[in-house]
């Protein structure tokens, strides 16, 4: 069974801090791996990253795939109250187009 | 402008009743999905179809219905069959110019079981 496990499922940090979330994913015939935001109801897409593109930024944030260890880490640095959310990752499955995702890690930026 | 749309966004269900929730997206994706989202919890895939008039069963599917008679239109019938509705629905689609796994979703819909 395709499973993709997030950590921690919370986490509360003050402003201006870095943080790093966690995303371990066991996905047959695995194609890609997505980070999404969710703040109050659509969650809104980060990332894609595949073999061929194994490291995003984009501002404060960035993310990297590890393909050895079946994993990806999500950062953002200096953190800001914007940046409360639940981050969700998910694996895309070669041939089948569709995601298995994780359970979320809430995360809550204290001023 | 293009995008999803779902309605309603909030809706109360008697037990017992049918209740059928809109998903239309003008991105001219192929592919349409329907999660469900449990607090504190992922989403779990209910039905998804990658082409029109053809659909297949996620990992919870029971309990509910879908149709793919257009390609805009992917409407979810929540059933009386489904023991425990009550949840936050969210539609996306994908398609191959945003890079098929890359998903897009509606505002969502919240049904509540009285």
């Known amino acids: 069974e395709d499973k993709v496990v997030q950590s921690p499922l919370s986490l509360v940090v003050h402003e201006g801090d870095t943080v790093t979330l966690n995303c371990s994913y066991e996905v047959t015939n695995f194609r890609s791996l997505l980070w999404y935001k969710q703040e109050k109801k659509a969650p809104t897409f980060l990332f894609m990253l595949t073999s061929s593109g194994i490291e995003k930024k984009s501002g404060r944030l960035s993310s990297i795939l590890d393909k050895k260890e079946l994993s990806s880490i999500l950062n953002i640095t200096a953190t800001q109250t914007g940046d409360s959310a639940i981050y969700l990752c998910a694996g895309g499955i070669q041939g089948a187009q569709k995601l298995v995702f994780g359970q979320g890690t809430r995360l809550t930026i204290n001023p | 402008d293009g995008g999803i749309t779902q309605s309603p966004k909030y809706l109360f269900r008697k037990e017992g009743q049918n209740v059928t929730l809109s998903c239309e997206q003008n991105?001219?994706?192929?592919?349409m999905y329907w999660y469900r989202q449990d607090p504190g919890q992922g989403l779990r895939l209910i039905y998804y179809?990658?082409?029109?008039?053809?659909?297949q069963k996620g990992d919870i599917a029971e309990g509910y219905s879908v149709s793919r008679e257009k390609k805009e239109s992917f409407p979810l019938t929540v059933t009386s069959a489904q023991k425990n509705p009550t949840a936050f629905y969210l539609c996306?689609?994908?398609?191959?110019?945003?890079?098929?796994?890359?998903?897009?979703f509606g505002p969502g819909t919240r049904l509540t079981v009285l």
């Open positions: 996306a689609s994908s398609g191959l110019a945003g890079g098929l796994d890359t998903q897009y």
């Open positions: 991105l001219n994706h192929d592919a």
């Open positions: 179809s990658q082409i029109v008039n053809d659909f």
